[in-house]
């Protein structure tokens, strides 16, 4: 008789290995941050840039709970944390970016930035998280506030968000001027630009 060998269930984009740690991936140093200071501050191709306070984007915007599993692209994977936050949708609804943009790039305290088009934010449900496996971000994590966007490598999500701007223009952020790839799709291993 066929001796059926089980097939594994957890579906992992190639050459990636399981931790259950979560480990740290920062580069440089943690940034301080005030939070009776901080200021989330979106500008670009909106009607009007806007700053908000810590309370104020925590009353402005419904609360979201995603469930989603995190890729370095050193090759650790970390499944299923459940982030909490707001979700990028409905950051878009909100400051209703003109017909023309197509990318939006998030600039972080420290010296941090990515850029994503706006395409992928919408359909990998993104979340602006500020909770992770129910408890606050710790600083290491991303405290305050951490894009997580799923179904891209990690350094996609970035961690102590502090400006957002949409734009019609793309520009590529730290990694992403520094040999990574501008999209960082893990299930095709999009990790390095295509000429390295
Ligand atoms: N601001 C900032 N965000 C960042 C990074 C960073 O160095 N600075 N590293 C990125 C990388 S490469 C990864 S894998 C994840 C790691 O998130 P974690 O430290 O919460 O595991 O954060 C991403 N976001
Ligand atoms: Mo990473």
Known sequence: MANKKSKPT????????????????????LP??????WTLNISGTIDKEINLHWNDLLRKFKHNLIISDFHCVTKWS???????????????????????TKHVIFSCFGNYSTNLTLETLITTNAILAHSANKKPLTLEHGWPLRLVVPNRY??????WIRTIKFSDIDQPGFWE??????????WTEERFWPEL
């Open 177 to 186: 001027t520094n040999g990574y790839h501008n999209n960082g799709n893990p």
């Open 154 to 159: 990690g350094w996609k999500s970035a961690k």
């Open 32 to 37: 301080k941050i005030s939070i009776k200071d």
């Open 10 to 29: 957890i579906k992992l984009p190639p050459n990636q290995v399981i931790t259950d740690k979560f480990p740290e991936f920062t580069y440089g140093k």
């Open 78 to 100: 970390k499944l299923n944390i459940v982030w909490e936050g707001i979700l990028i949708k409905d950051l878009i609804s909100f400051v209703k970016p003109n017909r023309t």
